[in-house]
Every structure is written in structure tokens, then in C-alpha cells.
């Protein structure tokens, strides 16, 4: 059975600073790795994707995410963390579905929080 | 805007109740998912739909049912309504060679 797990529950950085959130995945074939962000009170916004190909990926909003066959891991990152980053960030993994689409499997989640 | 649009927003209701929560997905996409969001459980696929059919099915309940209609728009309905069931229900879609799903909004689902 697939899994995510997200280590950290809760972190926090200074605005400016780098910012690694940390994500595992269990997956019996090769994964499709997704991270989307949350911001309160609204729906799930795709940051990036990973599915075959280079493993750095870029994403929106200046992030990119490494994806680590070896150690199961596919960890987000961003250079310089902005204010209004602070939200909550899932890892996802999940296959392609036959007529496209995917069913995701959810890590917990890791709530950013940023100080000014 | 991620183009996939839920109604309603909000929603309070009472135990032993009955709602429809309704999606409409994004131009042209073919598959619908469901997925509830809760404290205790986190996000949790509940079943997806594909042009009609039934493709996929998570951890939904026998309580609870989804269909997709001709028009592509999809609904869920729960019933029997326990306090348990108040969440966040998203729904998302996917095109034929898309792969990664779009969110709607989510409807904020109360059990009082």
C-alpha cells in the first residue's frame, strides 16, 4: 500500500531564510510525487510534480522539489521564504489511473509558519 | 482559480440528516474525485468517477454515495449524518492525459 509521511508537523522560519519540508513515500512502482499548498480557508493549490525525468523539479511560487529514489524521499524546497508562504504544505503520491487522473495518497501535512 | 467549482460553501446540518454536496469540474475534464479532509483522519480519498463510472473507491462509507452525470458535474451524497462526518469535502478533477488533479474550493460540512 502506498504511503506519505511528513515528518514535520509544524515549522518555522524567519522570512528570508531557506526553508526544506521534509517528505517520505512508500510506493510499490515508481511514484508520481505532487506537493500542494493550503492556504486558510481555501482548496489545495498544485506547487509542483514530479513523474519521470530530471529529479529537480520547479514549481510555482519559487519552489522545487528533489526527488531521491534511494532514500524514498521527495522534499520540498525555497531559496528564500516570503511572508505569505505561511500555509499548509501535503506531499502526495499516487498512480495513473487508467483514463487518466490519479487517486493521491496524503501525507498529515507540515504548517508553515513564517516570522517576520 | 482552479476552474473546479463546489457549492455549497458551507453547510450545517444536523445528525440523522441527509446533503448533497455538489462539484463542477473543470472545462472538459473527464474524471472527478472526492476527498474529506478531517482532524483526526487528514485527507482521505473517498471515490472517483470517470465520464460517468464509477472508477475508483477510497474509504467512503456505505452512508455516503457520489455520482457523475452526463454533464460531467458531480455530487456527493451523505446520510445519516454523524457528528463524525463534519469536514472538509474537496472535490477535484483531471483531464484524460492530465495527471495531477485540480481542487475545488471544498465544502465546509458542520454536523451539529
Known amino acids: 500500500a502506498q504511503s506519505v509521511t511528513q515528518p514535520d508537523i509544524h515549522i518555522t522560519v524567519s522570512e528570508g531564510a531557506s526553508l526544506e519540508l521534509r517528505c517520505n513515500y512508500s510506493?510499490?512502482?515508481?511514484?508520481?510525487l505532487f506537493w500542494y499548498v493550503q492556504s486558510p480557508g481555501q482548496g489545495l493549490q498544485l506547487l509542483l510534480k514530479y513523474f519521470s525525468g530530471d529529479t529537480l523539479v520547479q514549481g510555482i511560487k519559487g519552489f522545487e522539489a528533489e526527488f531521491k529514489r534511494s532514500q524514498s524521499s521527495f522534499n520540498l524546497r525555497k531559496p528564500s521564504v516570503h511572508w505569505s508562504d505561511a500555509a499548509e504544505y501535503f506531499c502526495a503520491v499516487g498512480p495513473i489511473l487508467t483514463g487518466g487522473g490519479n487517486k493521491l495518497t496524503f501525507g498529515t501535512g507540515t504548517q508553515l509558519k513564517v516570522e517576520l | 482559480d482552479s476552474g473546479v467549482t463546489q457549492t455549497p460553501k458551507h453547510l450545517i446540518t444536523a445528525t440523522g440528516q441527509r446533503v448533497t454536496l455538489r462539484c463542477s469540474p473543470r472545462?472538459?475534464?473527464?474524471?472527478v474525485y472526492w476527498y474529506q479532509q478531517s482532524l483526526d483522519q487528514g485527507l482521505q480519498f473517498l471515490i472517483q468517477y470517470y465520464n460517468g463510472e464509477e472508477r475508483a473507491k477510497g474509504n467512503i462509507l456505505e452512508r455516503f454515495s457520489a455520482q457523475q452525470f452526463p454533464d460531467l458535474h458531480s455530487e456527493l451524497n451523505l446520510s445519516s449524518l454523524e457528528l463524525g462526518d463534519s469536514a472538509l469535502y474537496f472535490c477535484?478533477?483531471?483531464?484524460?492525459?492530465?495527471?495531477?488533479?485540480?481542487f475545488g474550493q471544498g465544502t465546509r460540512l458542520t454536523v451539529v
Open positions: 510506493y510499490g512502482a515508481t511514484p508520481y
Open positions: 472545462s472538459g475534464d473527464l474524471s
Open positions: 477535484a478533477s483531471s483531464g484524460d492525459r492530465g495527471t495531477e488533479a485540480f
